[in-house]
């Protein structure tokens, strides 16, 4: 049941119509109603809430202090009730399986083997979201996440996917200057600009363990939210980057990309992270099993 200081929802569409057009006569028009009409949507609103939305002068409308301060939040309810309509409507009928997953991995890895799994089960639909974070399993809504073993929360169903594996990769010209140089080859990677992600900030220091490389040099470098950035630094040729195999194995294979170093160093391990639950829809264990599946073959 709704507050008795909840805003109606054409409550709401007028209020932001005036807010942005300044004019009852315009907001009006935009929102096909009588200009009587939108004015007392706006009136009511105010005494809903017990403030005062705009100062009328004349003809025209100034946002209030208040006014100008609800009117983002506003906006960011329509726009949200809007966006999640669509969605709804893009499903349909099918079973919406809400997935998360880290953002590289995503667009490398997720997204590629469920269009394999979209051809055998065209009947459930996702709704895929980036997260570099792991998400509350309880307030987010998502039914799965792909994210690191070590990240699951506790009782947690985690199912392996696969073990990650990083690569010390370059532009082909600098990854070759890398190799060609007679010695330690982590000395001569330390002589480089070490490209850094931001939520894995030790993954260099691991590469080197107890090479007696000063720490301050091995972490100086160009920081970056994710892999994909990373990867993407790396191929411009702003230096090198330490990023897991799968994720730049197609621009090793395109020539975008090159190994500065034949070593590979194991990192952490995907899962598909779920909150435990008696009985599921058919649908999320027939994708658990295929990516599962695509996870085992990804390693090879």
């Known amino acids: 049941?709704?507050?008795?200081?909840?805003?109606?929802?054409?409550?709401?569409?007028?209020?932001?119509?005036?807010?942005?057009?300044?004019?009852?006569?315009?907001?009006?028009?935009?929102?096909?109603?009588?200009?009587?009409?939108?004015?007392?949507?706006?009136?009511?609103?105010?005494?809903?809430?017990?403030?005062?939305?705009?100062?009328?002068?004349?003809?025209?409308?100034?946002?209030s202090d208040t006014g100008q301060?609800?009117?983002?939040?506003?906006?960011?309810?329509?726009?949200?009730?809007?966006?999640?309509?669509?969605?709804?409507?893009?499903?349909?009928?099918?079973?919406?399986?809400?997935?998360?997953?880290?953002?590289?991995?995503?667009?490398?890895?997720?997204?590629?083997?469920?269009?394999?799994?979209?051809?055998?089960?065209?009947?459930?639909?996702?709704?895929?979201?980036?997260?570099?974070?792991?998400?509350?399993l309880h307030r987010s809504g998502v039914d799965m996440v792909i994210h690191h073993l070590d990240q699951a929360p506790a009782g947690a169903e985690a199912t392996h996917l696969m073990d990650e594996f990083l690569v010390v990769v370059a532009r082909p010209d600098l990854a070759q200057q890398v190799r060609a140089q007679a010695g330690d080859a982590d000395a001569a990677l330390a002589g480089y600009p070490l490209l850094q992600q931001e939520t894995r900030p030790h993954l260099w220091l691991d590469w080197f363990g107890v090479s007696g490389i000063d720490p301050v040099t091995i972490t100086r470098g160009a920081?970056?939210?994710?892999?994909?950035?990373?990867?993407?630094?790396?191929?411009?040729?702003?230096?090198?980057?330490?990023?897991?195999?799968?994720?730049?194995?197609?621009?090793?294979?395109?020539?975008?990309?090159?190994?500065?170093?034949?070593?590979?160093?194991q990192g952490s391990t995907y899962a598909l992270i779920r909150q435990p639950r008696l009985a599921r829809h058919e649908g999320e264990e027939m994708l658990r099993d295929w990516l599962v599946a695509q996870g085992a073959n990804a390693v090879h």
């Open 223 to 265: 920081r970056f939210a994710h892999f994909g950035m990373v990867t993407n630094a790396a191929r411009a040729g702003m230096g090198i980057g330490l990023v897991p195999e799968i994720l730049v194995r197609e621009e090793i294979r395109q020539g975008s990309l090159a190994l500065a170093s034949d070593r590979r160093m």
């Open 69 to 136: 301060v609800f009117l983002d939040d506003a906006a960011a309810i329509l726009d949200h009730l809007d966006r999640s309509v669509l969605r709804a409507m893009a499903f349909g009928s099918n079973h919406v399986i809400r997935l998360a997953c880290l953002p590289t991995l995503a667009e490398r890895w997720l997204v590629p083997v469920l269009a394999g799994f979209d051809r055998i089960a065209p009947q459930i639909g996702f709704d895929i979201s980036s997260r570099l974070d792991m998400p509350d």
């Open 1 to 63: 049941m709704a507050k008795a200081y909840t805003p109606t929802l054409s409550e709401l569409q007028a209020f932001v119509a005036c807010a942005r057009m300044l004019s009852t006569t315009d907001a009006a028009k935009a929102l096909g109603l009588t200009q009587s009409a939108v004015s007392r949507a706006v009136i009511s609103l105010e005494n809903r809430m017990g403030v005062a939305l705009f100062h009328r002068k004349r003809q025209r409308l100034a946002l």
